[in-house]
């Protein structure tokens, strides 16, 4: 509600994105404007980008934790690279720092994370766990795979984590900010403010411009980031699917095999009605069975024990069903017995059993001849499977054994495809009209992943399409698209700009002759330029906060704008400049708001707390020194933001 505050305060924390304290801790820090200590670089070696006490961050940290930043973008941007991360880099470099630093006051103090709580945390990941919800070795390495991540890697994360758990969250909690504090900032809320409201249009301003070719030219090359064709490749797939396994089929010999193996389905069943009582003391399950054997109902006889007759009948049950409620032996001794027998006590790992056979019906099964047609279409989309899967797997033996793509691809005679050049949304800019195969599109994925030196992958599709391998065949770094391919669009975008500075400057006019006695309206028409009526604007601060991050640009202007003045702004959706001129301001009296003081209170405690974890982490830092390597973190960052790095 606040966030008007956070805007007009000069503060680190007045312009710190507001969340859960714990999530601040754990990376609103890397964001804010803590610096390291730079006190040189003695002792740090040429990989060391920086040292908090004796822990470093090196070139291949930094390199690591690009590469997973990356992979996080290309989720939601296939197309971004490296350069596209440069803002990043800073940041992602001050956390690892902040994470160092913290580390070496946690040695130096004697605060030791345990290997079996770090192998408890890692346990908690999700995809780490095999089929049956154990954490296995297996499970975890491919994880680690997917992350490009060692297993080093993965616990200095944790460690970190853990570390700022349990010492900044306890320096951050219960940060409570003075009523005296808050009263203020909630009669600011409540001030009121009157103005008006004018454009000046770019559009009617374009006419008239002819750029040369020169200004063409240096107005592209000025401008070369803003026409930068994404990262482009051919890539070459070779596919493993449906059709490289069509001929097989299930024989005769393979349907009666199943069919015998599964009598459980296709035989006829014995389906019995049973009454069950299962209590925990054989004594107890001696009485139940004694009263069920004198002609008491199993509902009856178990009634004594606790037991309602909804726990007792269970119904129709065929022997597997049975297996699997009560087990082996009990299942056995059930379906032995003639009906009305009382079976039991019978002891399982559930307790003591006391069963009634209250009724038996042959079930008839299915004959061959009927079930021919569904056995032979499972057992040919499980050989199907199989035989895909053997595939795949001498594909991956052949790649381990060092084949190329060519040669592992000949190994089972597969037809190779090659794309046009495309980009990683799988469109080919030369050509329109193609589309990259929908089902695919793991392989488009994986195929922009790769390094033009990584050896091909194989990758499993959607549904029922199989598999493909993939490999790049050429790779075609981000670059300006030619000018010659694109020259009206720069010609518009030429002409966009200068009718945008002709604009700015009626608008910085306009607002100059408004400021003081002269309205907006009369300023503007001193101006002999079209400008649409005069809107008025009338808000209280309070509303904007309401707002968040919707409120209209002109509205932000009018409350940091003085009385009697006016002042130009740039309009977000770039139809031209707006003057906004404040005629008057109402200041607003929050002493019969007590419900909004509270609120100001609880909003600015978050702030407040990760005022506080700051302020722990920078004594942490001082505590046991940082330096860093600014001419190493200089070269690593030009290294890993160059559009050629992949």
Same mark, same amino acid.
């Given at each position: ?37 730079? !006190?040189?670089?003695?002792? =740090? ?11 470093? $961050? ?16 290309? *989720? ?68 680690? @795979? ?5 297993? @080093?890697?993965?616990?200095? =994360? ?18 409570? /900010?003075? #009523? ?16 008006? #409201? ?30 930068? /064709?994404?990262?482009?490749? /051919? ?19 393979? /349907? ?17 009605? !049973? ?21 008491? @109902? ?15 009948? !269970? ?11 009560? %087990? ?21 790992? =559930? ?64 037809? +190779? ?19 990259? &195969? ?10 922009? *992943? ?39 669009? #720069? ?38 330029? &079209? ?16 707002? %968040? ?12 704008? &003085?009385?009697?003045?006016?002042? +130009? ?9 707006? !003057? #906004? ?12 708001? &007590? ?15 990760? *005022? ?11 505590? $046991? ?6 001419? +190493? ?14």
């Amino acid at each position: 509600m606040l966030s008007t505050f956070r805007r007009m305060s000069k503060s680190t924390i007045g312009t710190s994105l507001i969340g859960l304290v714990g999530f601040l801790i754990l990376i609103g820090f890397a964001l804010g404007d803590i610096q390291g200590l730079s !006190i040189g670089t003695p002792g =740090l070696s040429s990989d060391d980008l920086a040292k908090a006490g004796s822990f470093e $961050v090196t070139d291949r940290d930094m390199s690591s934790a690009m590469q997973r930043r990356l992979a996080q973008v290309r *989720e939601q941007n296939p197309e971004a690279d490296y350069s596209t991360l440069a803002a990043d880099f800073d940041p992602i470099l001050q956390q690892l720092i902040d994470q160092a630093a913290l580390s070496a006051f946690a040695q130096k103090h004697g605060l030791d994370l345990s290997k079996r709580l770090i192998d408890a945390e890692i346990a908690n990941i999700p995809g780490v766990r095999g089929l049956n919800g154990q954490v296995s070795a297996q499970a975890y390495q491919a994880f680690l @795979s997917r992350q490009r991540m060692t297993d @080093s890697e993965v616990r200095q =994360l944790i460690t970190g984590t853990l570390l700022q758990r349990l010492m900044l969250t306890p320096a951050a909690s219960n940060a409570q /900010v003075p #009523v005296g504090v808050a009263t203020p900032y909630a009669s600011m809320l409540l001030e009121e403010r009157d103005g008006e #409201v004018a454009l000046v249009p770019i559009a009617p301003l374009m006419k008239g411009f002819n750029p040369t070719d020169a200004q063409v030219q240096q107005y592209y090359t000025q401008n070369r980031t803003r026409y930068m /064709v994404p990262e482009q490749r /051919v890539l070459r797939l070779a596919r493993i699917g449906p059709e490289q396994v069509a001929n097989i089929q299930a024989s005769d010999k393979d /349907v009666q095999d199943y069919y015998n193996a599964h009598q459980d389905v296709y035989g006829a069943k014995d389906i019995r009605t !049973i009454s069950q009582a299962v209590v925990p003391d054989p004594n107890v399950a001696n009485q139940i069975a004694q009263r069920a054997r004198s002609g008491q @109902s199993m509902a009856d006889a178990a009634k004594p024990a606790g037991l309602a007759a909804a726990d007792v009948n !269970i119904g129709a049950q065929s022997r597997t069903q049975f297996t699997d409620l009560a %087990g082996d032996k009990v299942a056995a001794a059930a379906f032995a017995a003639k009906v009305g027998t009382i079976v039991g006590p019978i002891q399982s790992d =559930l307790g003591w059993h006391v069963i009634k056979i209250e009724s038996s019906q042959t079930k008839p099964g299915k004959s061959l001849a009927a079930a021919r047609g569904e056995i032979v279409a499972q057992i040919t989309t499980d050989k199907r499977k199989t035989a895909l899967a053997n595939m795949v797997n001498k594909i991956e033996d052949e790649l381990d054994g060092g084949s190329n793509f060519d040669e592992a691809a000949k190994s089972l005679n597969l037809t +190779v495809t090659t794309t046009p050049i495309i980009t990683a949304t799988g469109v080919a800019r030369a050509d329109p009209a193609y589309k990259f &195969p929908a089902e695919l599109a793991p392989a488009l994925k994986s195929g922009f *992943e790769l390094a033009a030196s990584d050896e091909p992958v194989v990758e499993q599709l959607t549904g029922d399409n199989g598999f493909a391998m993939v490999a790049p065949a050429q790779v075609i770094p981000a670059a300006p698209a030619p000018l010659a391919s694109i020259r009206d669009q #720069v010609v518009q975008d030429w002409t966009q700009t200068q009718a945008s500075a002709r604009a700015k400057t009626i608008a910085d006019q306009i607002a100059f002759r408004a400021t003081g006695a002269t309205s907006l309206a009369d300023a503007a028409r001193q101006a002999n330029v &079209p400008v649409p009526a005069i809107q008025a604007a009338q808000a209280r601060r309070i509303q904007l906060s309401e707002m %968040g991050d919707k409120v209209p640009a002109p509205l932000r202007v009018l409350f940091s704008t &003085p009385q009697g003045k006016a002042q +130009v702004g740039s309009d977000p959706q770039q139809r031209g400049y707006f !003057i #906004v001129k404040v005629n008057k301001i109402i200041p607003g009296n929050a002493l019969n708001q &007590p419900r909004l003081i509270g609120e100001v209170q609880n909003e600015f405690s978050q702030p407040l707390a990760q *005022e506080l974890a700051q302020q722990f982490l920078a004594a942490a830092k001082k505590d $046991v020194g940082v330096r860093r390597n600014e001419p +190493v973190i200089a070269a690593t960052k030009k290294r890993i933001t160059s559009p050629a790095v992949e």
